[in-house]
């Protein structure tokens, strides 16, 4: 975890050329710096929040990319024409989309969670640079591995050279469903190992974290190229939680390539 100026960010895919991480709660922000207009009590407050990140990356608001996310599986390229997109109006985000990718420069890619797991990834050759938004629906929906596929097939990303960060997400302990969910995960085929049911609760405990992984893997991703980040944000007092608040605010994952 680092401190930009008054920006406190979490750092993913630490690598030349790349601005890459995901903002987390901090008390003395406005709104504790929420990063989500469709979910906040002064979208000024948010939108002063999003500034300054943008001041601490050395960027403009006007090239953030934000969708209307939906629990989808739906994928969308972007180039920067798309720069601004839901960047200040909630009412001008990308629709009914969860996964963002680009080949360009300065297009920084946005990504809203509050226990949901957000995934960052990129690769060299082919210049790609991409998020992705997986709660528990866009697991069962299989998300990640749908978005990595289609980078293989319309951009030959090398997915054995594909790096991917797998950010602050609740955790197992505390990710607790009733057995219609847990029907769904066990369905996959692959995600039993992932499943515990805890007696005294009378509930199902999952780890997203480790689902959306073996996604990851069956995709064809090495393991080696994974990285987790341990962060529970129900546990954590930085992280964003809808299960623990209904209207808890929003980190923002970020990706963007520069010149």
């Not at 990319?65 to 994928?75: D, E, F, G, K, R």
Request: a negative charge; charged letters at 25%; glycine letters at 6%.
């Amino acid at each position: 975890m680092r401190k930009e100026d008054s920006m406190l960010i979490r750092t993913a895919l630490d690598s030349p050329g790349l601005i890459a991480g995901i903002t987390l709660k901090d008390h003395h922000a406005p709104e504790s710096n929420n990063m989500a207009l469709h979910t906040c009590s002064d979208p000024e407050a948010v939108l002063a929040n999003r500034k300054e990140l943008a001041r601490s990356l050395g960027t403009d608001l006007e090239q953030f990319v934000c969708t209307a996310q939906t629990h989808s599986a739906n994928i969308r390229k972007v180039t920067r024409h798309d720069c601004g997109s839901g960047a200040f109006s909630a009412e001008h985000a990308i629709p009914d989309t969860d996964a963002l990718y680009t080949t360009e420069n300065d297009v920084l890619l946005c990504s809203f969670s509050a226990d949901c797991v957000p995934v960052i990834f990129s690769e060299k050759a082919s210049g790609v640079i991409g998020t992705i938004h997986s709660g528990w629906q866009g697991t069962i929906k299989e998300i990640s591995a749908h978005t990595f596929r289609e980078l293989h097939r319309a951009e030959g990303t090398d997915l054995g050279q594909l790096q991917v960060w797998i950010g602050p997400a609740i955790s197992q302990q505390c990710f607790e469903v009733d057995k219609d969910v847990e029907k769904r995960f066990r369905q996959l085929g692959y995600a039993d190992e992932w499943i515990t049911f805890d007696p005294e609760r009378g509930k199902y405990l999952i780890d997203n974290q480790q689902v959306v992984r073996t996604q990851c893997l069956l995709a064809g991703v090495p393991a080696a190229n994974i990285s987790v980040e341990p962060f529970c944000t129900y546990d954590e007092p930085t992280g964003f939680s809808h299960r623990q608040d209904k209207s808890s605010g929003r980190h923002l994952a970020f990706i963007m390539k520069r010149v």
